[in-house]
């Protein structure tokens, strides 16, 4: 795909998994990558990480920023267009995967998952269209999953949080699409990640998520005229049942 040099990116959760990979290809463009998550001493890892790998001037910041929190995220929002000068990229990848029965989940849970996965897209996309906009447009990218559409048991509050979320996405892509906002949401299937509480490792056949980073690059380099809104991605050959 084509430079990204002088192009800011937010990429939430970004400090590992998906969200890492996502920030490393960005960064190997030479984007201004600003990653976000929960844990300091990962963050900082991590941002030493990314900025090792930069290319053509990109740079690496990490900020502490809990997105269930409407403040913290908005200090995000206004530091790095401050820093950077605007905002031309938003990857909601922060996530929470909590897998337990109805019967079983606490409300503290639910709201942990609800509250990650849909209303931490919400508080940031809100923050960020103003600085999108300010910039005569740029892409907002949600990471959602195949669990959004394809409930399975212990999973209800998962599978409704990216359910919500890709109708989110449709909602908000019909919005701004006419302001050069453009909006998509990625939906992978099995990746291998320690993503989640439910135990196991994956196999070989799952999806990496360099593979699903390459989906994000390949939107962003889309040409103009069309408008991918919606990506499903998933293991080639997963084990047959």
Known sequence: MGNLSGKVAIITGGSRGIGFAIARALIEQGAHVVITGRTEARLEEATR????????GG??????????????VEQLMTR???QHGG???????????????VADMTPEEWHSIVDTNLTGVFYC?????????????????NISSLAGRNPFPEAAAYCASKSALNAFSEALM?????EGVRVSYVMPGSVATDFGSRGGQKGDWALTPEDVAQVVMDLIAHPQRSLPSRVEIRPARPPKK
């Open 59 to 72: 740079t690496a910041t990490g900020v502490r920023t809990d997105v269930r929190n409407y403040q913290e």
């Open 174 to 178: 019909q919005e701004v699409r006419y």
């Open 80 to 82: 790095v267009a401050r």
């Open 125 to 141: 996309c809100h923050t960020a269209l103003p600085h999108l906009r300010a910039r005569g447009g740029g892409w907002i990218i």
């Open 87 to 101: 905002l031309d990229i938003l990857i909601n990848n922060a996530g929470i995967g909590l897998f337990r029965a």
């Open 49 to 56: 990480e990314l900025q090792a790998a930069a290319r053509e």
